[in-house]
């Protein structure tokens, strides 16, 4: 869309200008990563994927998360030339794909782009290269509610239970309100905690680490004062705290006594 659309689009929605033209900026990036031959050794996954393979209108975010079975970031900065090509294409202003210095456990790609006023922004690519992912991924269509994508472009995109999984993980490594709220999301929208899956994820973290060890009421407790203030640019109405608060508890509960009732029935076989 072009400015004018945009505008207007921003107006009927009340949402900032800026937060609807970094939204289309993503969905352009995302088309173009779609069509590369590297995208096969990844998996979408995060807030992101939500919004833009699963959830039709959820949330604004700003990064783009991945999983990659292999090392491609070199093969997507050179990909550069397409990246401005489509950004021409359809109107957003793309200007580079950089790298950005981090450890071994992934790497981090900054798109930097400028908005219809000229001024600098950017997206991050984050790829996670010490992880497995544990459920299939499958190859699923990239929404676009702005129409500037050709044709319809499809993206490999970790299982939404592995999803809700590094939701519930993430919750205990950093504790953002963003975290919290996508999760329960998940969980009112029927997306069922799998207790092997979460107790992979959590091993990731810390080695032999349970359901029973997160110790979730600390955690969340420490969010509701972070929690208009956090969500207000993402969501528009932020919903309450305490349902999403007792939605997770609940579900981290029902979670840890199938866990329990599994371990419990094989050892009975043992």
């Known amino acids: 869309m072009d400015a004018t659309a945009l505008r207007r689009l921003a107006g009927r929605r009340g949402v900032a200008l800026g937060i609807l ?134 993206l490999p995109t970790m299982d939404i239970r592995e999803i809700a999984a590094e939701k519930l993980r993430a919750l205990c490594m950093r504790s953002q309100p963003r975290d919290l709220y996508d999760l329960a999301f998940l969980l009112d929208h029927g997306v069922r905690l799998d207790p092997v899956v979460i107790e992979a994820k959590l091993s990731w973290w810390k080695p032999g680490m349970r359901l029973e060890d997160i110790g979730i009421a600390e955690r969340l407790a420490r969010l509701e004062g972070l929690w208009e203030r956090d969500l207000g640019a993402l969501v528009g109405r932020t919903p309450s705290f305490a349902k999403a608060e007792a939605s997770v508890r609940v579900a981290l509960e029902r979670a840890a006594r199938k866990a329990r009732r599994a371990g419990r029935s094989g050892s009975e076989r043992a």
């Open 21 to 154: 033209e970094k939204d289309q900026a993503i969905t352009v990036a995302l088309g173009f990563l779609a069509g590369l031959p590297a995208v096969r050794s990844l998996a979408f996954k995060g807030g992101t994927a939500m919004s833009k393979i699963y959830f039709p209108g959820y949330r604004f975010s700003e990064d783009l998360d991945f999983t990659a079975s292999a090392d491609v970031s070199t093969r997507i900065v050179r990909a550069e030339p397409q990246l401005l090509a489509e950004g021409m294409r359809t109107g957003v202003r793309f200007l580079a794909i950089e790298r950005i210095p981090g450890g071994r456990a992934g790497r981090s790609l900054r798109i930097r782009y400028a908005d219809f006023n000229g001024h600098p922004n950017r997206i991050r690519v984050k790829l996670s290269l010490r992880e497995t992912v544990r459920l299939p991924v499958e190859r699923r269509p990239l929404l676009d509610p702005y129409k500037v994508l050709a044709g319809r472009p499809l």
